[in-house]
T-cell receptor, first 115, second 111 residues
Framework: GAGVSQSPRYKVAKRGQDVALRCDPI?????LFWYQQALGQGPEFLTY????????KSGLPSDRFFAERPEGSVSTLKIQRTQQEDSAVYLC?????????????FGPGTRLTVT | GQQLNQSPQSMFIQEGEDVSMNCTSS?????WLWYKQDPGEGPVLLIA?????ELTSNGRLTAQFGITRKDSFLNISASIPSDVGIYFC???????????FGTGTSLTVIP
């Protein structure tokens, strides 16, 4: 079956531009997570959705980062006024169960480069 | 945030050898996950562990949830070239919604 998909796979933005990254989770998965992965590091949690509700956004690094999942399926991570330190791979993961306790399945990621 | 120490940082082994890696945390975790990540791809789930002392296998891979609940181990038997990649552990406590990831073990298998 189809896994988690993300688009675009690569994004180059000039400093100060806004970007929007899309995640299509596995069909029927109620939980969705966004992670940021810096080069040579493990993923770091950004935010968590249960259906359309954003239950945890404690990992978002600044108010320039905004995520939504309006219909409980597709999610968008938006970064406003991008900075060079935002350059990273942004990973989306989904899980069939609630609460974030259980296994998560990752998409291929979007590599964002801010110049 | 939580710190997960994953070791070794890198391994170079001959094809056919067995591999062991581990992950330790400063806090008690209720769930441990092990992932493999290839360059340019997202992490792929290998094994999920939910109970202290649990030993779970997935083909040539075996992982254990440490009885202290502060560590986990991954073993790969009879390594093959396609085992090459970066292996990440991830742990979660009973508070909050996030998994904390280790810094990864880079595995190179020499044919």
């Amino acid at each position: 079956g189809a896994g988690v998909s993300q688009s675009p796979r690569y994004k180059v933005a000039k400093r100060g531009q806004d970007v929007a990254l899309r995640c299509d989770p596995i069909s029927g998965h109620v939980s969705l997570f966004w992670y940021q992965q810096a080069l040579g590091q493990g993923p770091e949690f950004l935010t968590y959705f249960q259906n359309e509700a954003q239950l945890d956004k404690s990992g978002l690094p600044s108010d320039r980062f905004f995520a939504e999942r309006p219909e409980g399926s597709v999610s968008t991570l938006k970064i406003q006024r991008t900075q060079q330190e935002d350059s990273a791979v942004y990973l989306c993961a989904s899980s069939p169960r609630t609460g974030g306790f259980y296994e998560q399945y990752f998409g291929p990621g979007t590599r964002l480069t801010v110049t | 945030g939580q710190q997960l120490n994953q070791s070794p940082q890198s391994m170079f082994i001959q094809e056919g050898e067995d591999v062991s890696m581990n992950c330790t945390s400063s806090s008690i975790f209720n769930t441990w996950l092990w992932y493999k990540q290839d360059p340019g791809e997202g992490p792929v789930l290998l094994i999920a562990l939910y109970k202290a002392g649990e030993l779970t296998s997935n083909g040539r891979l075996t992982a254990q949830f440490g009885i202290t609940r502060k560590d986990s181990f991954l073993n790969i038997s009879a390594s093959i070239p396609s085992d090459v990649g970066i292996y990440f552990c991830a742990g979660r406590s009973n508070t909050g919604n996030q998994f904390y990831f280790g810094t990864g073990t880079s595995l190179t298998v020499i044919p």
